[in-house]
């Protein structure tokens, strides 16, 4: 004959026992008991594979009381099938949770194992501050705002007439090519452009609002230049725009003067000097001078020309004012003592932390 299982032994011995109801219950809680507590004590999934073998597998002792519900008589049968159900769930939600609790466990372990640190060591961690561009643009704004001008912007890529046509500049005029502009694909040939200077910016002030108008526009500008010493082919420039009544270049010296005395301090002066411009009429180049009594030309300036204003819809009968413009790379290095325009843009921070 054959061996009967371990299963087959349990049945039988169960079936020849015949428990009461009141053992059965008892032993099916301990069962319960004693399975949630292993799953709670498992600390990897193989030990919790193993303890869920033990205690829902074929061979677990639940499996073998529900094996021998058949041998009880109706009644019993019915009561012992709903306490082998009540704890075969109450096992399998804590299996569940424990299973949860563990894979989140092992899932965190191993992106702790995995991860990388991407954390930079500095020897010495310090504060960043503006490039000296930026603070020499902030810091005429700040001086021009203190005279009673609001800062306007406007686009970078513009109209050939905002750049050329509104500031008298005729088709063909030789001043157009003294600029050596960009030009970019988009629209007709040769009417959109990389602004050559912030002039577009008052040309869109003055259509844009009635006078009185007082602004200034600094900005990034492009031409085509080689880089060197004192050049490059994008650069920033500030130009200053104020229209009023009865406005001559007494005033336009004296803004110069006051600027001069402001940004650069006591003992320096400025001076105006004869000079051609398209949008400016007089025009005359600015210098300042400085305590050791030499001269530096900064930058360009002039009454505004009437062919300007018509073209912006302002009446110069009525109105009349003046313009200014300089560069904002030449002021800083002037302001900082740099020889060389390039040292400004090659991001050295040798050279940036002296600043």
Known sequence: MNEPTPEQS???????????LEALRLELAELTQAAEHEFNSAISSPQLQQAKTKHLGKSSRLAAIRGGIGSLDKQMRREVGQLCNAASHTIEVALETRQAELLKLE???QLEAESVDLTEVL??????????????????????CGMGYQVAEGPEIETEWHNFGALNFPQGHPARDMYDTLYVDWGKPMSTLLRTHTSPVQVRTMTSQPPPIAVVAPGRCFRRDTADATHMPVFHQIEGLLIDR??????????????????????????????????????AEFDIQRPDGSWLELGGSG??????LEACGIDPQEWSGFAFGFGID????????VDDLRDLWTGDMRFLKQF
């Open 10 to 20: 349990k049945s039988a011995q169960f079936t020849s026992a015949q428990p009461t």
């Open 107 to 109: 899932r965190s372990t």
């Open 123 to 144: 020897g010495e961690i310090s504060v960043g501050h503006f490039h000296i561009i930026t603070q020499t643009r902030r810091a005429l704004e700040d001086v021009f």
């Open 246 to 283: 009865d406005i001559s270049l007494g005033h336009l010296a004296g803004t110069i003067e006051a600027f001069t005395s402001a940004f650069f301090g006591e003992g320096f002066t400025s001076r105006l000097r004869p000079s051609y411009f398209p949008f400016t009429e007089p025009s």
């Open 303 to 308: 009454m505004v020309h009437p062919n300007v």
């Open 330 to 337: 030449r002021l800083a290095m002037i302001r900082y003592g």
